[in-house]
């Protein structure tokens, strides 16, 4: 599983870095951003699929 944020769509509510500050990082402006191109470990998969759906902008792309 692969995720990354639609920073077009973010608004930096930061509902997945509460959530899952292992995966979901913050920049210098306090947007949500996550290390590109890295597979998300297996016992973080639930929890990003919870962050997806718990963001308000709907920002967060989950790919399997």
């Known amino acids: 599983m692969r995720v990354k944020i639609d920073t ?3 608004e930096g509510h ?7 500050p292992e995966i979901f990082l ?3 402006e306090e947007y949500t ?7 998300v470990p297996k016992e973080y998969e ?3 699929r919870q962050a997806a759906q718990a ?5 967060i792309i989950v790919s399997e």
């Not at 930061?14 to 899952?20: G, H, P, T």
């Not at 963001?55 to 920002?59: M, R």
Request: hydrophobic content about 35%.
């Open 8 to 10: 077009d769509k973010c």
């Open 14 to 20: 930061q509902l997945c870095v509460k959530l899952l």
């Open 26 to 28: 913050l920049d210098a």
């Open 33 to 39: 951003y996550t290390e590109a191109d890295k597979d």
């Open 46 to 48: 639930e929890m990003v």
């Open 55 to 59: 963001c308000p902008e709907q920002a």
